[in-house]
């Protein structure tokens, strides 16, 4: 590991590990970008620690020169939340799928979410499972034709930022792999933020699920089907800025500005407004309304740490008298066993 003072650059979070993801992966490329932001954000690498589950986007810890473990399919969330707390240092980041992170891991992410511990949550979304070879998941759209669904999947998909939004997550933001600067942008302000932080991205896999998102990243598509929200600006989108998100009542609409509609008209993103964060949720997967990408809600609230941290110090001012772990071990009724 580096010292505490050098400067970094993206070579210095490339680990000398060969990376075995099929050749044209988007998992190349948020491995790509999160390796060249982190010498923005990070000086003391020793402290940085990627912590994934099972499936393609979970090899992760492999390739980052950082420390890092890979887990068991689904527990991600729960080693992640021992080891923060364990050691409240720590920069941690789980890297997980939308199979490993909301079927057999759901549970433990709606929990991590409502705890708000204080570290870092990237969920590649690819709609499909990758690592098993094409069987449809959580997030595949209703319909979906796979080996394991050969006449279609019934059930309805999860919407994973409703989903954390739901559990009282306090940062859903969400992304593209192929949107590099935007992606960077992402992690940088997840890096930020003091809780709990959820990214979702959007990640091709060419082999079993290829343009899953083509819509939103093909020129001719995505200026009209691409919302990119920003806080204090209005959201618009279209080839020429020409259509936004109007609320009539409750109810979003999409108007075209011009005649009718001015941009004074067009609703301006707020992150700390709950409101607009479970619409923004709700357009997702929506032939209505454009998809969303960007911060949907940032607002702080107290962090199980801190609480957990409040609650060590009242017990140590009340109990002065135990000051070794035999002191403990011998406080209260004790029993001989012969």
């Known amino acids: 590991m580096s010292d505490n003072n050098s400067v970094f650059k993206k070579a210095d ?38 912590i994934s589950g099972i499936g393609c986007s979970s090899r992760f810890p492999y390739y980052m020169d ?29 890297v997980t799928g939308d199979g490993d992170g909301l079927s057999i891991g759901g549970n433990h992410l709606i929990h991590l979410m409502r705890r708000n511990i ?9 709609r499909i499972y990758g690592l098993t070879k094409g069987q449809y998941s959580p997030t595949s759209e209703q319909g979906k034709v796979t080996g394991s669904t050969p006449m279609g999947s019934l059930d ?7 989903l954390v939004l739901g559990a009282q997550a306090g940062f859903v933001a969400k992304t ?19 809780g ?47 259509k936004g998100i109007y609320i009539d009542d409750t109810t979003p609409k999409v108007v075209e500005i011009g005649k009718d509609y001015s941009i004074d008209d067009i609703l301006v993103h707020n992150e700390k407004d709950e409101f607009i964060a479970d619409m923004l949720s709700n357009f997702t997967s929506n032939d209505v309304f454009p998809e969303p990408i960007g911060v949907l809600y940032c607002k702080e609230r107290a962090t199980y ?17 135990k000051k070794t772990i035999n002191d403990l071990l011998n406080a209260g009724d004790t029993w001989e066993v012969k």
């Open 13 to 50: 979070f490339q680990s000398d590990q060969a990376i075995r993801w099929c050749p044209g992966c988007g998992d190349y490329a948020i491995l790509s970008q999160t390796q060249k932001v982190f010498p923005e954000i990070t000086t003391k690498k020793e402290d940085v620690v990627f």
């Open 66 to 94: 950082t420390f890092g473990f890979h887990t068991i399919h689904g527990r991600a969330p729960a080693i992640a939340s021992g080891l923060k707390i364990s050691n409240p240092e720590l920069s941690v980041w789980i």
């Open 118 to 126: 204080d570290l870092n949550v990237m969920l590649f979304n690819n």
């Open 156 to 162: 309805y998909p999860f919407i994973p930022s409703k």
């Open 176 to 194: 593209i792999d192929i949107e590099l600067k935007h992606l960077r942008e992402m992690i940088r302000r997840a890096n930020d933020y003091n």
């Open 196 to 242: 709990t932080s959820f990214i979702e991205i959007y990640q091709n896999c060419n082999i079993f699920n290829d343009h899953a998102f083509s819509n939103l990243t093909d020129k001719e598509t995505k200026s009209d089907q691409l919302l990119r929200i920003e806080h204090g600006k209005p959201m618009i989108f279209g080839a020429n800025d020409n």
């Open 305 to 321: 740490d801190s609480l957990m941290e409040g609650q060590i110090e009242e017990a140590k001012k009340k109990n002065k008298s």
